[in-house]
C-alpha cells in the first residue's frame, strides 16, 4: 500500500467504514509518516467544519404551502379541513351532551311531573349532529377519541 | 413526541403530526438540496414534494426503518429526478454530475483579531469551496456527513456502487482540503 491508498483509508476510516485489520495498518501508517497524518487531521477538520455549517432557513410560507398541498391528497385532511371537523366534532359532542341532558330530564321529568305536557322530540336532532361524526376515516384520532376502548395510547 | 409515533399518527389521518414532521425537517432537506446545487426556488418546490411523497408513503415505511434516513433516500431520488429533467433525458445518475478536476484556491488569508472571527472566517471559506464541488459530490458529502447514512446506504439511494461512493468522498475531501489551503497552520499562527 502506497501513501495515497492510506489516505483513502483514512477517510474510510473517518467514516467508521474501516475494518479493525486496515485500522490497525493505518495507525501504524499514520505513526511513520506525518504527510498522511496531516492528511488525516485535515480530514477530521473539514467533517467539523462540514457538520458546522450553517443552516438556511427556508422562507416563511413554506410550511404553509406543505400543508396546504398535503390537504389535497387523498384521505388526509388538510389544515383549514382538519379544523372545520374538529369544530364539527364539538359541535356535535355539544349537541350530543346537551342532548343526552335534555333527554334525561325528560326520562326524569316524566317520573316526576307525569302530567306534564309531552318531552320535546330530540332524538332526529342528535342523529343529525351526530352524523358529523362519520366525517373522521376509521382508524382516525377522531374515530379513536369516539370509541375510547379502542385505545389511542401513544396520543 | 419521536418519529415512529408520528408516522403512526399520519397514517390515521392525524394533520397535526403531519404538521410536526414538517416543522422538524423541512429547514434540514432544504438545506440539502440548496448545498446540492438547486436553487432556492427548486429547493423549495424539492421540499414540498418530499413531504407529499412522504404523506403516500407514511403505510409503506417500515417499522423498523430509521425516518430520517428513509427521508433522505425520497431526497436523493427527488433530487435524481430533478438533475434529469434540467439535463432534458441525458442525466443518467450521480456520475453524470461529477466535474472537472480543476483545483481552485478559494477566499483570502487574511489573520482575524481573535478565534471567533477566525473560525466563522474559516467557516465561510469551507462553505464556499463546498460550492466549486460538482453537485452530486456535494450530495454524498450531505448524505454520509449530515445524514450520517453508510456506504451501502447512500449507494441504494444513489445508485452509485460502494467503490463509487467512497471514492467520490475521498476525492470531495481531498479536493476540499487543497482548496482551503493550510488553514489548520493558519489557526496555530493566529493564536
Redesign the interface.
Given at each position: 500500500m502506497d501513501c495515497r491508498d492510506f489516505r483513502k483509508l483514512v477517510s474510510r476510516m473517518i467514516d467508521a467504514e474501516a475494518t479493525r485489520s486496515e485500522e490497525e495498518k493505518l495507525m501504524l501508517h499514520l505513526g511513520s509518516c506525518r504527510e498522511c497524518r496531516e492528511f488525516h487531521e485535515s480530514l477530521a477538520a473539514i467533517t467539523g467544519l462540514h457538520r458546522g455549517l450553517a443552516r438556511t432557513e427556508p422562507s416563511a410560507g413554506l410550511l404553509e404551502k406543505i400543508l396546504a398541498l398535503a390537504g389535497r391528497v387523498e384521505g388526509m385532511p388538510g389544515q383549514a379541513d382538519l379544523e372545520s371537523r374538529h369544530s364539527a366534532w364539538w359541535k356535535a359532542g355539544i349537541a350530543a351532551a346537551a342532548a343526552a341532558v335534555i333527554l334525561l330530564g325528560v326520562k326524569a321529568g316524566g317520573y316526576v311531573m307525569a302530567d306534564f305536557g309531552a318531552a320535546p322530540s330530540v332524538q332526529q336532532a342528535e342523529v343529525t349532529e351526530m352524523d358529523y361524526l362519520g366525517a373522521f376515516p376509521p382508524g382516525s384520532l377522531g374515530e379513536t377519541l369516539l370509541l375510547p376502548e379502542e385505545g389511542g395510547d401513544d396520543v | 413526541m419521536d418519529d415512529r409515533?408520528l408516522i403512526?399518527?399520519?397514517?390515521?389521518?392525524?394533520?397535526?403530526a403531519?404538521?410536526i414532521l414538517?416543522?422538524r425537517y423541512?429547514?434540514?432537506f432544504?438545506?440539502f438540496f440548496?448545498?446540492s446545487g438547486c436553487s432556492i426556488e427548486d429547493?423549495?418546490d424539492l421540499?414540498?414534494q418530499l413531504?407529499?411523497k412522504l404523506?403516500?408513503a407514511a403505510y409503506e415505511i417500515r417499522e423498523n426503518a430509521t425516518f430520517r434516513t428513509y427521508l433522505y433516500r425520497v431526497a436523493a431520488n427527488l433530487l435524481i429526478d430533478h438533475r434529469r429533467k434540467q439535463k432534458s433525458g441525458d442525466f443518467v445518475g450521480f456520475e453524470d454530475l461529477a466535474g472537472d478536476e480543476e483545483i481552485l484556491q478559494v477566499g483570502s488569508r487574511t489573520a482575524l483579531p481573535d478565534e471567533n472571527a477566525e473560525t466563522a472566517q474559516?467557516?465561510e471559506r469551507?462553505?464556499r469551496a463546498?460550492e466549486k464541488l460538482p453537485a452530486a459530490w456535494r450530495a454524498v458529502?450531505e448524505l454520509?456527513?449530515?445524514a450520517e447514512m453508510?456506504?451501502a446506504q447512500i449507494a441504494e439511494s444513489t445508485g452509485l456502487t460502494v467503490p463509487a461512493v467512497?471514492s467520490i468522498?475521498?476525492r470531495a475531501?481531498?479536493r476540499?482540503?487543497r482548496m482551503?489551503g493550510d488553514?489548520?497552520t493558519e489557526g496555530r499562527r493566529g493564536k
Open positions: - | 409515533t403512526k399518527m399520519i397514517r390515521r389521518g392525524d394533520t397535526h403531519f404538521r414538517v416543522e423541512r429547514t434540514p432544504y438545506n440548496l448545498r429547493s423549495e421540499t414540498q413531504f407529499i404523506l403516500g474559516l467557516q469551507y462553505g463546498l458529502l454520509r456527513v449530515t453508510t456506504y467512497e468522498l475521498f475531501r481531498e476540499l482540503g482551503l488553514f489548520r
